[in-house]
């Protein structure tokens, strides 16, 4: 019987397979590889850019360690453990306001400076996970945010403001902070959100069509034709002089960021005894890491924990 | 015409040609999640389907059962599937939920496939076979399967291409295969590697298209040949005697 012959031959050829694989003991572009001495050597997974792929793995335990965004509202929904990167490989990008020189007046920059003092990386997650997994409006947890931290107490401001946002949650929410901080102290505020990339802002904000949009100090300095280090007063300060070139001027950085973040379970991180990247050198046991694509390729992921922390990989 | 120089080069550098990350090595792995889907639709779908062939029973029902494999994206499948249960990875077949999304890719046309086969058996043939004294697995086994080998083949042959050419999305969710080298590629914005896997898989899916084409061949029973039936067909008129009659 052909058919069964065929048949046969098909189920021969699947042994075959199932044979050479438990011998190469690797389905995918992780393999197990031995541990060597003083750390094992990691497994990396390719999933996305920070997004949903990389935090479901995560969340059910597919990966141990997750290159995240460090504003992730996940990262403070599930109570993550984001690793403080101790020996600084990722360039700084804190969240700070952009303003308008001429308004940026001594009263309005302390009201912008008592705000930020208050914005946390801890207060940003938690913001962003109200924004975008809960689904709220970021006018009402701006709002929220300002009362819980008695904001703007008792300065005053005055001044009429545009306040410009990009086209996504950290964005929309600082731009309201900031926005509703002012209106609060007693300026004249009105919202041109969703403005879109820093390609339609950045102009926007340079001619005079928006007064006030929340940048990033490291990505905003590398917009501005500099180079963004691990250094915050070195990159503010270049980036200042390059943008009151253009009209416009940054006040204090809050603490809050969004850079590059290896994160962890709770779990994870009680188990190994982890809270900065360092740590993860004397893990002995082979931790998988999952993240975007292009990772083993990057100075800032793959190649900076080689290279800046010793970590070993397939 | 330096892309294609890219291209060229990327082929030829000996790195790309071992370790885990290496051509043969994904080849291997995109080979192996094809198989396995294949041949899992296989057995869902196809004693089913030729049974109720048959039967010559319910062939619309099946038919259409199966074309929802058809009508859902593979891609949603997978990432529905990964958003709600995670990566799913398991040796030898890869990502569970690319497993699922190939073989509801592979379902119908096997399920349409093999019903057809079987049923469009001529009914004299059929009675013939139990005017000798067959059982019905006689039957089936003896003369339908036989004759509705090529079609049967033909169905795997369309639900293996499917497959070898979708099975390139298990790189989406973490998993290896050819898929891989066009995903990094665009995350790495290496153009060249993104046709390198682009063509890859085209080469995978043609010479999975041939080989099952020339076991469609192979399959088929030589009486059933196109050579064979032209040949009789001459040898047929060849023989007429001059009055026009034909002896068989």
């Given at each position: ?11 021969l ?5 199932c ?6 003991s690797?389905?995918?572009?992780a393999?197990?590889?031995?541990a060597?001495?003083?750390?094992a ?9 920070g997004?949903?792929l990389t935090?479901a ?16 509202g996940a ?6 453990v984001?690793l ?9 990008d ?15 920059v ?13 207060e ?5 996970a109200?924004?975008?997994?809960d ?12 009362a ?7 300065l005053?401001?005055?001044g009429t403001f545009v ?5 996504f ?20 505020v ?23 949009v929340?940048?990033?100090?490291g990505?905003l300095?590398t ?13 503010l300060?270049?980036?200042?002089t390059?943008?009151?070139a253009?009209g416009?001027?940054l006040?204090?950085?809050a ?17 190994y005894?982890?809270?900065?990247v ?5 893990v002995?046991d082979?931790?998988?890491?999952g ?11 793959l190649v900076?924990?080689?290279d800046?922390?010793?970590l070993k990989?397939? | 015409?330096?892309?294609l ?19 043969p090595?994904?080849l291997?792995?995109?080979?192996q ?13 196809m004693?089913?389907a ?17 074309n ?13 599937g990964?958003?709600?249960?995670g ?7 890869g ?6 999304a ?7 046309p096997?399920?349409t ?5 079987v ?11 139990r ?6 697995g ?25 497959v ?9 969710v ?16 290496k153009n060249e ?7 890859l ?27 064979v039936?032209?040949?009789?067909a ?15």
């Amino acid at each position: 019987m052909r058919v069964l012959l065929a048949t046969a031959a098909a189920m021969l050829l699947l042994a075959t397979a199932c044979g050479d694989d438990s011998s190469d003991s690797s389905s995918t572009s992780a393999s197990s590889g031995g541990a060597a001495a003083g750390g094992a050597t990691f497994t990396f997974t390719p999933l996305d850019v920070g997004g949903p792929l990389t935090k479901a793995a995560l969340e059910k335990g597919d990966i141990d360690v997750a290159l995240l965004f460090s504003s992730d509202g996940a990262i403070a929904k599930n109570s993550w453990v984001a690793l403080e990167d101790d020996k600084k490989l990722q360039s700084v990008d804190n969240f700070v306001p952009a303003v308008r020189q001429d308004k940026a007046t001594t009263d309005v920059v302390a009201v912008l400076d008592a705000v930020n003092a208050k914005l946390t990386k801890e207060e940003m997650q938690k913001a962003v996970a109200a924004v975008s997994i809960d689904g709220q409006n970021p006018e009402d947890v701006a709002k929220k945010f300002l009362a819980d931290n008695n904001l703007p107490g008792s300065l005053k401001a005055t001044g009429t403001f545009v306040v410009g946002g990009a086209n996504f949650a950290e964005s929309g929410f600082a731009a309201q902070l900031y926005g509703q901080a002012l209106q609060a102290a007693g300026a004249t505020v009105t919202f041109k959100l969703d403005f879109g990339a820093r390609e339609a802002y950045e102009p926007a904000l340079a001619s005079g069509e928006l007064d006030l949009v929340p940048e990033f100090v490291g990505t905003l300095d590398t917009f501005l034709g500099g180079t963004a280090t691990n250094d915050l007063d070195k990159t503010l300060a270049e980036a200042k002089t390059k943008a009151e070139a253009k009209g416009y001027t940054l006040t204090e950085p809050a603490p809050a960021d969004s850079v590059n973040t290896f994160v962890v379970t709770k779990a994870t991180a009680d188990k190994y005894k982890l809270s900065k990247v360092s740590d993860l050198a004397s893990v002995t046991d082979a931790l998988k890491f999952g993240g975007p694509p292009e990772c083993p390729t990057r100075p800032l992921c793959l190649v900076g924990l080689k290279d800046t922390y010793g970590l070993k990989f397939a | 015409m330096s892309f294609l120089r890219d291209v060229a080069h990327w082929f030829n550098d000996p790195a790309n040609w071992k370790g885990p990350f290496g051509i043969p090595h994904r080849l291997f792995e995109h080979i192996q999640y094809s198989v396995v889907a294949l041949v899992a639709a296989v057995i869902v779908a196809m004693p089913l389907a030729v049974w109720l062939g048959h039967r010559r029973q319910f062939g619309t029902v099946a038919v259409n059962v199966s074309n929802i494999g058809r009508a859902i994206p593979s891609f949603a499948i997978l990432v529905l599937g990964t958003q709600q249960f995670g990566l799913l990875e398991y040796p030898i077949m890869g990502s569970f939920t690319t497993f699922i999304a190939l073989v509801a890719l592979a379902v119908p046309p096997l399920v349409t496939n093999s019903y057809v086969a079987v049923a469009e058996v001529p009914d004299d043939i059929r009675d013939a076979a139990r005017g000798m004294g067959m059982t019905e697995g006689e039957v089936l086994r003896k003369v339908e399967l036989p004759i509705a080998a090529p079609l049967l083949m033909a169905g795997v042959r369309t639900a293996a291409t499917a497959v070898v050419a979708t099975a390139t999305i298990a790189a989406f969710v973490g998993a290896g295969g050819l898929g891989r080298f066009i995903i990094d590629g665009r995350a790495q914005f290496k153009n060249e590697v993104i046709f390198a896997g682009a063509v890859l898989v085209a080469a995978l899916a043609l010479l999975t298209e041939l080989g099952l084409g020339a076991a469609q061949r192979w399959l088929t029973p030589r009486g059933l040949r196109a050579e064979v039936v032209a040949a009789r067909a001459a040898a047929v008129v060849s023989s007429a005697t001059p009055d026009g009659k034909v002896r068989l």
